[in-house]
């Protein structure tokens, strides 16, 4: 082993125990955001798979993934979110027994689906947090119209419970040094903000534990 790849690790294990020194301020729900190039490159969909496995074992319960897809004609739109569908179900069947899995596809509609106990994954193909949030909006409307709700019932908790993903991120991760997209825009507005120049495919398990004691290292406000 030569010198950098000794510190490398050294640093690496470093990270970890500190990591596991302060386990009560792990984040318990990470959001991660990517492109669909990120996802075709084999080494993007192995670091998709190496990170989830790396979350859990540091008590990460719950992994909510937008893949946004970038192609206007829906056509294309949709072959790329079955192809990806399909190579997602192959990743994941790599996942421990516990580990469980939602697919969403461009409408919001389940694309897969696998119970889990103790670590989910929510992946979000192309449908983003404002789309998300009209269809909640319509299907409340829905239900006063049928009187099944009265307007006077609608409230901020009856929204949320009309939500894909009802719980809200701790950290939410972008790499490539880019912007934020609109996924969970409504669960997301006190989520602390982790932004990385490193592309997908090249980051590294130091990098994602990085990011676990970056945010254990904050004092989260929740917009005070």
């Known amino acids: 082993m030569d010198l950098f790849s000794f510190v490398y690790l050294f ?4 990270l970890a125990w500190q990591i ?3 386990s009560s301020r792990i984040p318990r729900h990470v959001a991660i955001i990517l ?4 996802l075709f490159e084999l080494k993007g969909m192995e670091r998709l798979l190496s990170a989830l ?10 992994v909510s993934i937008y893949v946004d897809i970038l192609k206007t004609d829906l056509s294309l739109k949709v072959e790329i979110a079955s192809t990806l569908r399909t190579r997602l179900e192959e ?4 996942l421990p027994a516990d580990a469980g899995y939602t697919i969403y596809g461009l409408e919001g509609e389940v694309n897969g689906s696998i119970p889990g106990k ?3 994954v929510y992946v979000s193909l192309g449908f983003g947090g404002r789309d998300e949030i009209t269809r909640a909006v319509l299907t409340i409307l829905d239900e006063v119209k049928a009187g099944a709700v009265r307007p006077e019932e609608v409230d901020e908790k009856m929204l949320e419970s009309h939500l894909l993903v009802k719980h809200e ?3 939410m991760i972008r790499s490539g040094g880019q912007k934020l997209s609109d996924f969970l825009v409504w669960q ?4 602390e903000l982790y932004f990385t120049d490193v592309n997908w495919k090249d980051l590294r398990k130091l990098d994602l534990l990085r990011v676990i004691r970056d945010f254990q290292k904050r004092q989260r406000r929740y917009g005070k």
């Open 11 to 14: 640093y690496e294990r470093y």
């Open 20 to 22: 596991t020194r302060s």
């Open 35 to 38: 492109k669909e190039t990120d």
């Open 53 to 62: 496995i790396i979350f859990r074992r540091f008590k990460v319960e719950l």
């Open 91 to 94: 990743s994941f069947s790599h």
């Open 118 to 120: 103790d670590f989910f």
């Open 169 to 171: 991120p701790d950290i």
């Open 188 to 191: 997301s507005v006190y989520s």
